[in-house]
């Protein structure tokens, strides 16, 4: 399982005087909380393979039970397919590679586009049921959205629509921030990424600017943009964002979008202000999505049904969270 560089679970914990471990190995530093000895084999289904879904199938296999599991895309991964795409974050794919080899090697069920129902599960009569569906965006609402071309954050990574010069980023979060970051990145050989950071020949002091071809500002309603982002890493990619130009805009109510400008009232002024948008890209949070575990509770009060990831709490995509509660689900049963 190979290191993604996150900093999440083990610098950045390190700094703040927590216990240490690691975002894609969540049993590192606690493995006698989580022996490998196999237990009494039980079928267990688990419902997507995102980060949380992946763990759980993994650790579940590993201590000796009979898993399925079932994705309604044509691949493993869930978001850290999407996160891969951010500039720096593509060794996700290697996550998705370790996980891939490991529940091949556990004899785990895959079923591939394949849409998990009621029926379906009943079918499957399991004697546990893990629940790892994920999350969708959550609607924005603002007068005259409509009027301007606009995108959720997983449309946009899954490459469904372009986006214009003029793009405003709704939301401040950990993938308003990815966005921004992507959105802004130069690919550039090494000699280029020597010269920009004054690294080796390059002597003089100070990051060298890098334009963007695109005008982006990250609007966001209260409180710090990316207030949640690690420490050890938001510090760089702040400067890296304000280096290229990006703007950070807080601390407002959404009015309107009126003849492709987009309308605020500051907090503390009370003036009404506007910035000309072209493309707004929706970042505002998720919504979990677990119809069907409350669905399958009520229909099949018999059967364990546990819930994990970004179906259990959508506040943040946060995948040191998903990978820790898929390992203690699997131990749960």
């Not at 994705?71 to 720096?88: F, R, T, V």
């Not at 690294?199 to 990051?207: E, H, L, Q």
């Not at 609007?219 to 290229?244: D, I």
Request: overall charge neutral.
């Amino acid at each position: 399982n190979t290191c993604i560089a996150c900093n999440q679970a083990c610098l950045d914990h390190a700094f703040l005087e927590k216990d240490v471990s690691c975002v894609v190995n969540p049993r590192a530093v606690r493995e006698l909380d989580y022996p490998v000895d196999k237990r009494d084999s039980k079928r267990v289904v688990v419902i997507g393979s995102g980060p949380a879904g992946l763990e759980a199938a993994r650790a579940a296999a590993e201590i000796g039970h009979k898993v399925i599991l079932i994705e309604k895309d044509s691949e493993i991964g869930g978001q850290l397919i999407m996160a891969a795409k951010i500039p720096g974050k593509f060794e996700f794919l290697e996550t998705i590679r370790y996980y891939k080899n490991e529940l091949k090697d556990l004899n785990v069920d895959i079923r591939l586009n394949t849409e998990c129902t009621l029926d379906l599960l009943k079918e499957l009569n399991s004697d546990a049921i893990i629940f790892a569906t994920g999350v969708k965006p959550r609607e924005v609402n603002i007068d005259g959205l409509e009027k301007v071309h606009h995108v959720t954050y997983s449309d946009f990574l899954k490459g469904k629509n372009k986006v214009g010069e003029k793009v405003v980023i709704i939301g401040g979060g950990g993938i308003a921030v990815d966005i921004a970051h992507l959105l802004t990145a130069h690919g550039e050989d090494l000699e280029s990424y020597f010269k920009r950071y004054k690294i080796d020949t390059y002597n003089k002091i100070g990051i060298e600017k890098q334009s963007s071809s695109k005008d982006i500002t990250i609007f966001k309603r209260s409180g710090k943009v990316g207030a949640g982002l690690g420490q050890t890493t938001f510090w760089a990619l702040k400067q890296e964002l304000e280096n290229t130009g990006v703007k950070f805009i807080t601390g407002l109510k959404y009015k309107e979008v009126k003849e492709s400008n987009l309308v605020y009232e500051d907090n503390k002024s009370g003036e009404l202000n506007s910035t000309v948008v072209d493309t707004i890209i929706l970042c505002a949070g998720q919504e979990s999505e677990n119809k069907l575990a409350e669905e399958c509770k009520n229909v099949m009060p018999d059967k364990k049904v546990i819930v994990v990831g970004g179906a259990k709490n959508s506040s943040g995509i946060d995948a040191k969270r998903a990978f820790q509660e898929g390992l203690d689900a699997a131990y749960s049963i």
